[in-house]
């Protein structure tokens, strides 16, 4: 911090955060980019695996193989940590919460285009910084409810509510992302009393055996292959949790977020070489504003020195 304090030339945001991380940026800029991209092919196998399987086996496979990577690489402390429970109402709702958004994520990127199930998914920082208000009492000056409201007139122009064929599944997707962006609050309230791993563990658990207990009304049995891909399911989302997790951990959540936008390349094209999927002009239009306004709140939350840490924890995203 004295290095920053002494530099007569004012730093930028992002440079007064990869200094106060005491982090390595260009790292954990990689390591966030690698996320997206495996939580991008993973999005891609949901949407393949969906044309032929229930929603629920999806669900249940992606929590079920998602414990192979997370046991090896991210629970390896003591398993009391990993077990102990301080807020058991807090985990429930939590777990609940976040196994609901799961399911309407799943359902939309089976029944919409990709890129445009992730074009309304990012508005989830501008959900999160309205809803801190109510549920954490945190204080949102006038700049950033301008950016919220920005960011919702994105998200309008992208769900075009009152036409379009699609409008009922972008509802979904739409309240797949509110569920998000309340895991996310609902994360960082937990952390004050409970540790990441067991947020995660418990997440993970409930989904697998709430999902597990509605198999024997939607089992789908599937050949070699297709359960092969399933098993992949899950060992991706699993990794993609532990490299997001690392890569908030070698910088700032701020310095790390907007690399998250980088999605949209990745969901436009796996949506136009498997399944030729082209984004209209309106989801161009509504994401640019979304990721706008939410880079605004970022950068903005960064300048004032807020230590927010919603994405730090955020080890469950999907």
Known sequence: MAAVQNTTTPLSPVKVLAAKSGSRPGLAIGLMVLAVGLF???????????EDYPMPQLIFFRGLFAFVPLFLFMFRGSMR?????????????????????????????TNMPLADAVAIGFAAPVFVTALSVPLLGEK???????????????????????????????????????????????????????????????FTLTATLLSGAAL?????????????????????????????????????VALVMPFEYSAMIWAALFGFMFWGEIPGLNIWVGVTIVILSGLYILFREADLGLKRGVARKLHSKR
């Open 140 to 202: 949102v000056g006038p700049r950033r409810w301008t950016a919220v409201l920005v960011g919702f007139v994105g998200v309008m122009i992208m769900v075009q509510p009152g036409g379009g064929s699609l409008d009922s599944v972008a509802l979904v997707m739409l309240a797949g992302t509110l569920c998000y962006a309340l895991a996310m609050i609902l994360v960082r309230k937990l952390s004050r009393t409970e540790t990441s791993a067991s947020i995660v563990f418990y």
């Open 81 to 109: 940590d990993i077990l102990r429970v301080n807020d058991p109402v807090g985990h429930l709702i939590r777990c609940l919460v976040g196994i609901l958004s799961l399911a309407c994520f799943f359902y939309a990127f």
């Open 216 to 252: 024997p009304f939607y089992w789908v049995t599937p050949s070699f292959e297709d359960l092969l891909w399933l098993a992949g399911l899950g060992l991706v989302g699993g990794t993609a949790q532990i490299v997001i997790t690392l890569a908030f951990r070698y910088a700032d």
């Open 40 to 50: 991008a092919v993973m999005d891609a196998m949901v949407k393949w695996l969906g």
